[in-house]
């Protein structure tokens, strides 16, 4: 079956200005994460979604950044005021959770966003 | 607190050596999941395996096996007769249950020379 998509694949701004990134989970998946990676470095937790509630937002660097799942499928992240810091690779997975405890994530092929 | 530690940056083979992929972590949990990641040139994330803390079992799959040792708190990776296709950046990660985020390590490049 499908995997987990995200778009754009790559993104330019420019500093201050507003983006959006989309994730499309893996169909029935109930749980569904976003993570940041730097170059040169793994990924680091952002956000965790359980249905439509953010179940845990610990990993948000501020303010700027915030999250959405409003149907319990396709979820954005947007950054507002975006910083040349912002720039790096986000990436979305998804798993069923079928354990209650921590199953399997599955990523999709990040989005490159650029900031100049 | 939680953390991976993936002391080795790179690791350069050439084809058919078998290598082996170090991952150290911490945690205070009793119950917790360790995984590896393959990470291509194409960037996205591949699954390899998933283990709880309960099961020290080794595992191999296929030209993969799992070396898990909670005296030592490590769960390393080797390859056995490595293909240039397996070159990578391999990610080992740790997620404590109950608690769903993924804890990386800053990842080993393998580069496999035929």
């Known amino acids: 079956g499908a995997g987990v998509s995200q778009t754009p694949s790559n993104k330019v701004t420019e500093k201050g200005k507003y983006v959006e990134l989309r994730c499309d989970p893996i169909?029935?998946?109930?749980?569904l994460y976003w993570y940041r990676q730097s170059l040169g470095q793994g990924p680091e937790f952002l956000i965790y979604f359980q249905g439509t509630g953010a179940a845990d937002d610990s990993g948000l660097p501020n303010d700027r950044f915030f999250a959405v799942r409003p149907e319990g499928s396709v979820s954005t992240l947007k950054i507002q005021r975006t910083e040349r810091g912002d720039s790096a690779v986000y990436l979305c997975?998804?798993?069923?959770?079928?354990?209650?405890?921590?199953?399997?994530?599955?990523f999709g092929p990040g989005t490159r966003l650029t900031v100049l | 607190a939680q953390k991976v530690t993936q002391a080795q940056t790179e690791i350069s083979v050439v084809e058919k050596e078998d290598v082996t992929l170090d991952c150290v972590y911490e945690t205070r949990d009793t119950t917790y999941y360790l995984f590896w990641y393959k990470q291509p040139p194409s960037g996205e994330l591949v699954f390899l395996i998933r283990?709880?803390?309960?099961?020290?079992q080794n595992e191999i799959s296929g030209r993969y096996s799992w070396n898990f040792q909670k005296s030592t708190s490590s769960f390393n990776f080797t390859i056995t007769a490595s293909q240039v296709v397996d070159s990578a950046v391999y990610f080992c990660?740790?997620?404590?249950?109950?608690?769903?985020?993924?804890?990386f390590g800053t990842g080993t490049r393998l580069q496999v020379f035929p």
């Open positions: 169909s029935g998946h109930t749980a």
């Open positions: 283990r709880n803390s309960f099961d020290e």
């Open positions: 990660a740790l997620s404590a249950f109950g608690t769903d985020k993924l804890i």
């Open positions: 997975a998804s798993s069923p959770n079928l354990s209650g405890g921590t199953d399997t994530q599955y």
